[in-house]
């Protein structure tokens, strides 16, 4: 009892700077202020020059055929998509955690009343001692009633005790966890901040391989621009960049081809793979690959297809709110016909991966392919905003988070891409 007490007295002496006053100590809620308390852990995290000259020399040291350097980029945004997965799982474990101390600094502020009584009360019996009947006789009654006292009120106070004893450990233990979950979060920040340098550094040593040919394709993608200023809707601006533009026209033919090709070699039986990782073009035709598409970015999927847009219509495709700056890869092998703004949608990127399937991605802040360009399921092709920058629809005003907008094509009308998934990647964005 005595170690108890001496406990809550040591915890007296240290806790009052630490606790808030109980009309301030409401559990707070998820909020801008608590995203910004969890941002800041990761916000100032910066690779040394040091490091950034090693992964130079990393990417000088590989070879510089284009599957390499395609393949390395695959790999790459693998890593950076597991990281930014593990980084919303941290996120979420430490504000659970920031939840569980506010709540427990709460119920120790509501009882700052019982633990003053019990220190009181511990003051008061160390001042004044009963007097001890062997020595005083004359204080017998005084030393029965103090006893009879102390019988009634110390069971009281040891309860108190016990339970304020009890949340301060608990306390102490969530403190433990969140400064264990802010380190992991450090570390996988840090990976993350090197592997988007990674895949920075060979998205520019394959456009400098490019550079041959920098001029032809600055004039066709002046062409695209004003295609898509002359096209009324998605549909009109694939049917004119197929037959209007001269890249956009050889990349749909590539990709009709190798539909052609991946459909005689393979049949009609749905793939197991989307077939080997240096492939150069679909070796999957696009209607057998059903179950094996990645997913083009970790998020919660806010809408899906054939829900309410907001506007009076249904979503032609799928939403997922992601994390700021968050890396985005193609779903599936295929060329690139459009890569540029458009209309409402943003910057908007449409693969075409034969046999009149296309697939369209909205809403990002940058796109890193090039019309024409072949891409590899897994890819990394583009960034999202730090903040959402389109709507697609009136769900989405007032959301902060940036948005990456997914929709599958065939001949001209949207469809349902839940079946491409794979399963592993529907129960990532299942909240």
Same mark, same amino acid.
């Given at each position: 009892?005595?170690?108890?007490?001496?406990?809550?007295?040591?915890?007296?002496?240290?806790?009052?700077?630490?606790?808030?006053?109980?009309?301030?100590?409401?559990?707070?809620?998820?909020?801008?202020?608590?995203?910004?308390?969890?941002?800041?852990?990761?916000?100032?995290?910066?690779?040394?020059?040091?490091?950034?000259?090693?992964?130079?020399?990393?990417?000088? %040291?590989?070879?510089?055929?284009?599957?390499?350097?395609?393949?390395?980029?695959?790999?790459?945004?693998?890593?950076?998509?597991?990281?930014?997965?593990?980084?919303?799982? %941290?996120?979420?474990?430490?504000?659970?955690?920031?939840?569980?101390?506010?709540?427990?600094?709460?119920?120790?502020?509501?009882?700052?009343?019982?633990?003053?009584?019990?220190?009181?009360?511990?003051?008061?019996?160390?001042?004044?001692?009963?007097?001890?009947?062997?020595?005083?006789?004359?204080?017998?009654?005084?030393?029965?009633?103090?006893?009879?006292?102390?019988?009634?009120?110390?069971?009281?106070?040891?309860?108190?005790?016990?339970?304020?004893?009890?949340?301060?450990?608990?306390?102490?233990?969530?403190?433990?966890?969140?400064?264990?979950?802010?380190?992991?979060?450090?570390?996988?920040?840090?990976?993350?901040?090197?592997?988007?340098?990674?895949?920075?550094?060979?998205?520019?040593?394959?456009?400098?391989?490019?550079?041959?040919?920098?001029?032809?394709?600055?004039?066709?993608?002046?062409?695209?621009?004003?295609?898509?200023?002359?096209?009324?809707?998605?549909?009109?601006?694939?049917?004119?960049?197929?037959?209007?533009? %001269?890249?956009?026209?050889?990349?749909?033919?590539?990709?009709?081809?190798?539909?052609?090709?991946?459909?005689?070699?393979?049949?009609?039986?749905?793939?197991?793979?989307?077939?080997?990782?240096?492939?150069?073009?679909?070796?999957?035709?696009?209607?057998?690959?059903?179950?094996?598409?990645?997913?083009?970015?970790?998020?919660?999927?806010?809408?899906?297809?054939?829900?309410?847009?907001?506007?009076?219509?249904?979503?032609?495709?799928?939403?997922?709110?992601?994390?700021?700056?968050?890396?985005?890869?193609?779903?599936?092998?295929?060329?690139?016909?459009?890569?540029?703004?458009?209309?409402?949608?943003?910057?908007?990127?449409?693969?075409?991966?034969?046999?009149?399937?296309?697939?369209?991605?909205?809403?990002?802040?940058?796109?890193?392919?090039?019309?024409?360009?072949?891409?590899?399921?897994?890819?990394?092709?583009?960034?999202?905003?730090?903040?959402?920058?389109?709507?697609?629809?009136?769900?989405?005003?007032?959301?902060?988070?940036?948005?990456?907008?997914?929709?599958?094509?065939?001949?001209?009308?949207?469809?349902?891409?839940?079946?491409?998934?794979?399963?592993?990647?529907?129960?990532?964005?299942?909240?």
């Amino acid at each position: 009892m005595r170690l108890r007490f001496a406990t809550l007295l040591a915890a007296a002496i240290l806790w009052p700077g630490a606790m808030p006053h109980a009309q301030d100590a409401t559990p707070v809620p998820p909020t801008d202020a608590r995203r910004a308390e969890l941002d800041a852990v990761t916000r100032d995290i910066a690779l040394t020059k040091e490091r950034q000259d090693e992964l130079r020399q990393e990417i000088d %040291a590989l070879d510089k055929d284009q599957a390499t350097l395609t393949q390395s980029l695959v790999d790459a945004g693998a890593q950076v998509q597991k990281l930014e997965g593990d980084i919303d799982r %941290a996120e979420y474990r430490l504000e659970g955690l920031l939840a569980d101390e506010d709540k427990l600094r709460a119920s120790l502020a509501a009882r700052r009343g019982v633990l003053a009584e019990v220190l009181a009360a511990l003051q008061r019996m160390g001042h004044r001692p009963p007097p001890v009947i062997l020595v005083r006789p004359d204080d017998a009654l005084a030393s029965i009633r103090s006893a009879i006292l102390l019988g009634a009120v110390v069971p009281d106070l040891r309860v108190a005790a016990d339970a304020i004893l009890a949340d301060l450990r608990k306390l102490v233990a969530v403190r433990q966890q969140q400064e264990q979950e802010r380190d992991r979060l450090r570390e996988n920040a840090t990976a993350l901040a090197e592997g988007r340098e990674r895949i920075a550094l060979i998205i520019a040593e394959r456009q400098k391989q490019r550079a041959a040919s920098a001029d032809a394709l600055a004039a066709e993608e002046r062409r695209s621009a004003a295609l898509a200023e002359q096209a009324n809707s998605l549909r009109d601006l694939i049917a004119k960049m197929e037959t209007e533009n %001269a890249t956009a026209v050889a990349a749909a033919a590539a990709a009709e081809n190798a539909a052609t090709v991946a459909r005689s070699e393979g049949g009609n039986r749905p793939a197991k793979s989307l077939g080997a990782p240096g492939r150069l073009a679909p070796s999957v035709a696009f209607v057998n690959a059903k179950g094996l598409l990645p997913l083009p970015a970790n998020g919660r999927q806010t809408r899906g297809f054939g829900e309410k847009d907001g506007l009076g219509g249904t979503s032609q495709g799928i939403s997922i709110e992601t994390r700021p700056g968050a890396q985005v890869s193609s779903p599936a092998d295929g060329w690139v016909v459009y890569s540029g703004p458009f209309r409402s949608y943003g910057q908007l990127l449409i693969i075409n991966a034969g046999d009149g399937y296309h697939v369209l991605l909205a809403g990002m802040e940058r796109i890193d392919v090039q019309l024409g360009q072949f891409v590899l399921a897994g890819e990394p092709v583009a960034v999202m905003a730090s903040q959402r920058l389109a709507s697609l629809g009136a769900a989405d005003v007032g959301g902060a988070q940036p948005a990456l907008y997914i929709e599958f094509r065939k001949d001209g009308a949207s469809i349902d891409p839940a079946p491409w998934w794979a399963a592993s990647n529907v129960e990532k964005v299942g909240g």
